[in-house]
């Protein structure tokens, strides 16, 4: 790779497989960097366009940001329906393809725990809104006097603050019993209704590392905890299969390239 | 409500299709939700930046306030966060110099406005995402 491009890392697999023909980010296709036990997924791409002042100049351009984020998902989201993948965060640009085989060496135990930990696995996610609840609504008395106003704004305000942690328990019961069924399982901050794009109130932004042979009996869970999450305004929305991004990174956090 | 998507592929049944088998996959996978993933710090709407070089000090106050970017791109009717199949859009790439260059200036004091407003919003309650930011993995 020459100096015109810089190296673009997706992510690590186990050694001894091919990999799909896939075309990435900026047309690039994907390749195989062999190391001994793992390979890593890289492809080659423009300096000027994605190189480190590239990711600089357009850190606050949600635009550029959307776009590399989606193509890079999208070449995990291919990989993962054929092999385990562990996906690397952005940005993951290399200068060469030996700084890159270097810096993936210098920290191979970890690469290989994350490997071991995504093996047949894949992420799925959950996530919780509070919306009302089927029965909350009942006729309230007119109030008689300023007394027993006062005295039903008081109960209604307890009311909900006993409603509120009724709810925070079953999302809790919700994310352990999804828990159960699954290898592993992290909570996400939740997302602010700017994101979710929902009106409702998020309450868990749930990710479960799913075995892949036992997808079904996760989604039969997901559908169960929905169910009888019903009467208490409990909404899911689930997504998946998504690259184990939320357990890889747990494997191999921070360090990385650090001198 | 639950959406049960990709169901079909999580057996892995191999596609090498380069567009059209993403979407089934993508469907549900909204914009935030992937970024929030591929970027190495997430989407930093709340959270402690532990700043350890100052490259990624950089990167990281950027991405916030590209966050907030992203509410601001809702209030005017850009919802560019809610998914359509992947690369539907593929060849948004060529613009990419322009951008930066237009936008600049002014619009930097508006982003860390809203970035405060979204602080605010939502407190403190998430600080426990121990997301710490990496080192650059960054070599040049």
């Not at chain 1, 890593?40 to 776009?67: K, M, N, T």
């Not at chain 1, 393809?97 to 690469?111: I, K, N, P, W």
């Amino acid at each position: 790779m020459s100096d015109d491009t810089v190296v673009h890392a997706y992510g690590v697999v186990a050694d001894g497989e091919a990999i799909p023909e896939i075309v990435g980010i900026a047309g690039a296709p994907i390749e195989l960097v062999e190391l001994p036990d793992l390979a890593i997924v890289a492809a080659s791409l423009p300096f000027d366009r994605y190189g480190p002042a590239s990711w600089v100049e357009h850190a606050e351009d949600l635009q550029w940001l959307a776009s590399v984020g989606r193509e890079h998902h999208g070449v995990l989201q291919q990989l993962i329906a054929v092999r385990d993948v562990v996906p690397f965060r952005l940005p993951s640009i290399y200068a060469t393809l030996d700084g890159l085989r270097t810096l993936v060496s210098d920290e191979r135990d970890r690469h290989l725990a994350a490997l071991a930990a995504v093996a047949g696995r894949v992420e799925w996610v959950v996530k919780a809104y509070r919306g009302p609840r089927p029965t909350a609504s009942r006729p309230e008395d007119a109030a008689a006097s300023g007394a027993a106003y006062l005295q039903s704004q008081s109960r209604r305000l307890r009311e909900e603050e006993e409603a509120g942690a009724h709810f925070q328990e079953v999302v809790r019961h919700a994310h352990d019993r999804l828990t159960a069924v699954v290898a592993d399982a992290v909570r996400n901050p939740v997302q602010d209704k700017a994101l979710s794009g929902r009106d409702l109130p998020m309450a868990l932004n749930g990710a479960y590392l799913v075995e892949r042979r036992r997808t079904q009996e996760f989604l039969d869970m997901l559908a169960a905890v929905e169910a009888d999450g019903a009467d208490d305004g409990l909404v899911l929305e689930s997504s998946g299969p998504w690259p184990a991004y939320s357990f890889a990174g747990r494997a191999r956090s921070a360090g990385a390239g650090a001198p | 409500m639950t959406q049960q998507l990709g169901e079909s592929t999580a057996t892995g049944v191999p596609t090498t299709r380069s567009t059209g088998g993403l979407a089934t996959h993508s469907q549900g996978q909204s914009l935030a939700d992937v970024l929030e993933r591929v970027l190495d710090k997430g989407i930093v709407i709340v959270g402690d930046i532990q700043v350890r070089l100052l490259d990624i000090e950089l990167l990281t106050i950027k991405i916030r306030l590209m966050v907030a970017s992203v509410d601001k791109a809702r209030e005017m009717g850009i919802d560019w966060w809610e998914v359509d199949p992947f690369f539907s859009s593929g060849g948004s790439d060529d613009k990419d110099d322009k951008d930066g260059d237009e936008k600049g200036g002014g619009r930097l004091g508006e982003l860390a406005q809203r970035v405060r407003e979204l602080e605010q919003r939502v407190g403190d309650e998430t600080s426990s995402a121990s997301k710490r930011p990496s080192a650059s993995r960054r070599r040049s």
